[in-house]
Nanobody
Framework: QQNLVESGGGLVRPGGSLTLSCVVSGFTLNYYSIGWFRQAPGKEREGVSCIGGTSGSTFYKKAVKGRFTMSKDNAKNTVYLDMTSLKPEDTAEYYC???????????????????????WGQGTQVTVSS
C-alpha cells in the first residue's frame, strides 16, 4: 500500500514560518518525484514545488521561490517543505503527491503538474493571518 501523510500545518502570522512534512510508505523516495501542491477555497489545486527522485533536483513555483525550500531524507522516507516569509495568499490546504514516472519540472510555472501525479496525502491546512 502506497501512502503519503502530511503534517505540520497550522495558523501563523504574516512573515512567520512553518515546516511541512510528508512521510511516505510503500515506495522509496530514491526513484520517484514528490511534489507539494496547494488548494485555496474556490481555487484550483496548484503546484508549489517538487523534488526529483533520482536527480534530487528541486523546482519551485515563482510565487514561492526564495521563500520555500523543499528537501528530503530518503532514509526517513520523509519530504519537507520549509516555508518562510509567509503571506496571507499562501493560505491553503497543502498536499504532497508522488509521481511514479519521476517527473518534476517548473515548466509553465507548474501549471497542470498535478495531473502527472499518481497518489496524494490527505492534506494539511496552512492559514496565514494576523
Amino acid at each position: 500500500q502506497q501512502n503519503l501523510v502530511e503534517s505540520g500545518g497550522g495558523l501563523v502570522r504574516p512573515g512567520g514560518s512553518l515546516t511541512l512534512s510528508c512521510v511516505v510508505s510503500g515506495f522509496t523516495l530514491n526513484y520517484y518525484s514528490i511534489g507539494w501542491f496547494r488548494q485555496a477555497p474556490g481555487k484550483e489545486r496548484e503546484g508549489v514545488s517538487c523534488i526529483g527522485g533520482t536527480s534530487g533536483s528541486t523546482f519551485y513555483k515563482k510565487a514561492v521561490k526564495g521563500r520555500f525550500t523543499m528537501s528530503k531524507d530518503n532514509a526517513k522516507n520523509t519530504v519537507y517543505l520549509d516555508m518562510t516569509s509567509l503571506k496571507p495568499e499562501d493560505t491553503a490546504e497543502y498536499y504532497c503527491g508522488v509521481d511514479f514516472e519521476d517527473y518534476c519540472s517548473d515548466l509553465g510555472d507548474m501549471a497542470g503538474l498535478d495531473v502527472m501525479y499518481d497518489r496524494w496525502g490527505q492534506g494539511t491546512q496552512v492559514t496565514v493571518s494576523s
